[in-house]
């Protein structure tokens, strides 16, 4: 039996841009993922505070100090 846990949390970031071009994935700030404890492949799970809405993708690592959180991809189609 395999059992999900949540390791890491980033609280209540902004995404900064979004990459309509590439298929999936987020880009995060290297700063970020260190703060966080997490590292470049890891699944993560992006929710929409205002929502509720919920996609799993996986993290890229961004340039350190930049301050990037982007969206790689279009998100679902309703």
Do not use: F, W
Not at 61 to 66: A, D, I, N, P, V
Request: aromatic share 2%; proline share 1%; hydrophobic share 35%.
């Amino acid at each position: 039996m395999t059992i999900e846990i949540l390791k890491s949390k980033i609280h209540r970031c902004v995404v900064t841009e979004a990459n309509l071009h590439y298929v999936g994935s987020c880009t995060i700030d290297e700063d970020l993922l260190d703060a966080a404890n997490m590292i470049e492949n890891e699944k993560i799970q992006i929710v929409n505070v205002n929502n509720g809405e919920r996609i799993e993708t996986y993290i890229i690592k961004g340039k350190r100090g930049s301050g990037i959180v982007c969206m790689n991809g279009r998100l679902p189609a309703k």
